[in-house]
């Protein structure tokens, strides 16, 4: 199967609250899981990315926490900012292959 | 900025007609790919091209077609155009295929 599933489909966080967004996916081929962020009228652009070979990947306020025998993955943002408010894709894809997105998660963060 | 730019930013034509997005990709990069955004719809792939010829297809309908030229650029033609092809069109690339794609700004089809 070459879908990857990603939810909720919409989140509201407090500024400074924690936000997830979680995915799954079923083909265990995928060896690679970047997160992109799409703010409106702009192109996705790459935010972190993770290999199975680690459970947990940070950077600044992103992590992406990784479960492989659940074939599953999340992001988290620590101590969300209203700039953080997008849209953002989880992804799937195996070497030399297409990348497979979820189908995206519009973030709202109060101020 | 991404290195990958897209023409034209916007588009507005009626149905019935044929229209052609260009992308460039980032120097170097040999893996051209097409996505389609429409209004609560994720990511749809519908084709990849690499050093010219075509690697990957995804949900790209038959009046639709793309092709990469020697200079590595790329153009995706749509044709017979329905008011439900009116979408976002991105383009990405890589230097070969699978890792980091980088997106360009998009070009925004509005069909009437």
């Known amino acids: 199967q070459q879908q990857v599933k990603q939810s909720p489909q919409s989140l509201i966080v407090q500024k400074g609250g924690i936000s997830i967004i979680n995915c799954a996916y079923e083909n265990t081929a995928f060896d690679y899981f970047p997160w992109y962020q799409q703010f409106p009228g702009k192109g996705p652009a790459l935010l972190i990315a993770?290999?199975?070979?680690?459970s947990e990947k940070k950077e600044g306020r992103f992590t992406i926490s990784f479960n492989k025998s659940a074939k599953q993955f999340s992001l988290h943002i620590m101590d969300s900012q209203p700039g953080d408010s997008a849209t953002y894709f989880c992804?799937?894809?195996?070497?030399?292959?297409?990348?497979?997105f979820g189908k995206g998660t519009r973030l709202h963060i109060l101020p | 900025d991404s290195g990958v730019t897209q023409t034209p930013k916007h588009l507005i034509t009626a149905t019935g007609q044929r229209v052609t997005l260009r992308c460039s990709p980032r120097s170097g990069d040999l893996s051209v790919y097409w996505y389609q955004q429409s209004l609560d719809q994720g990511l749809q792939f519908l084709i990849q091209?690499?050093?010219?010829?075509?690697?990957a297809k995804g949900n790209i309908l038959e009046r639709f077609s793309a092709q990469q030229f020697p200079d590595l650029h790329s153009e995706l033609n749509l044709s017979s155009l329905e008011l439900g092809d009116s979408a976002l069109y991105f383009c990405?690339?890589?230097?070969?295929?699978?890792?980091?794609?980088?997106f360009g700004p998009g070009t925004r089809l509005l069909v009437l």
């Open positions: 091209y690499y050093n010219g010829e075509e690697r």
């Open positions: 993770i290999r199975p070979d680690v």
């Open positions: 992804a799937a894809s195996m070497q030399d292959d297409k990348i497979i």
């Open positions: 990405a690339s890589t230097p070969g295929g699978g890792e980091t794609q980088y």
